[in-house]
Nanobody, 112 residues
């Protein structure tokens, strides 16, 4: 079955950076569009980035455009989310997704 395991979250100061990773298994990773989503307390989950199967096409939510970069390594079955210039409003649990499945999430907290 689809298994997605996120890592790399933590506590960071405003303006800082984090790189999240998601290890995928249970499906043909190189044939799957991958997404990153996040859910802040009291809010619904929102998608923040997506990447095509080849990695050549990416899309971002307006709130993270220019600060976040999604990438993938089809040899390692891993998708990444590089997050720069983090803001307190980026605080959330971050999930990676494929085929309407989501991982367990990793907490990102942006605070001074």
């Amino acid at each position: 079955q689809v298994r997605l395991v996120e890592s790399g979250g933590g506590l960071v100061q405003p303006g800082g950076s984090l790189r999240l990773a998601c290890a995928a298994s249970g499906f043909t990773f190189s044939e799957a569009v991958m997404t990153w989503g996040r859910q802040a307390p009291g809010k619904e989950r929102e998608s923040v980035a997506a990447i095509s199967i080849s990695g050549t096409t990416t899309s971002y939510a307006d709130s993270v455009k220019g600060r976040f970069t999604i990438s993938r390594d089809n040899y390692k079955n891993t998708v990444y989310l590089q997050m720069n210039n983090l803001k307190p409003e980026d605080t959330a649990v971050y999930y990676c997704g494929a085929y309407e499945h989501w991982g367990q999430g990793t907490q990102v907290t942006v605070s001074s």
